[in-house]
């Protein structure tokens, strides 16, 4: 059984530091583009970041803030977030892909407010 697990979600000050953590298990992953994405209230699920063995993407609204790692070995996929804004409270799902195989974990929230 394929299984995305988030951690790491919390409520932090503008300007602070968050870092997101999931960990994947169930089927090969290092052939798959982990990445996290993220779903603001009354507001479409967007990317944030993605990685695989080719490529790293980066939403515009993130890029210089936020950081995706990956462990191949353990499976994990993290997201570094500094200088976090407002706008960046969302809940934050963990995604999958190979081809047409998707996967989502349940997500976490991160709540940016003072």
């Known amino acids: 059984q394929v299984q995305l697990v988030e951690s790491g979600g919390d409520l932090v000050q503008p300007g602070g530091s968050l870092r997101l953590s999931c960990a994947a298990s169930?089927?090969?992953?290092?052939?798959?583009?982990l990445g996290w994405y993220r779903q603001a209230p009354g507001k479409d699920r967007e990317l944030v970041a993605t990685?695989?063995?080719?490529?790293?993407v980066y939403a515009d609204s993130v890029k210089g803030r936020f950081a995706i790692s990956r462990d191949y070995a353990t499976n994990t996929v993290d997201l570094q977030m500094n200088s976090l804004k407002p706008t960046d409270t969302a809940i934050y799902f963990c995604?999958?892909?190979?081809?047409?195989?998707?996967?989502w974990g349940q997500g976490t929230w991160v709540t940016v407010s003072s």
């Open positions: 169930g089927t090969a992953f290092s052939i798959y583009t």
């Open positions: 995604n999958a892909k190979y081809h047409s195989l998707i996967y």
């Open positions: 990685i695989d063995k080719t490529a790293t």
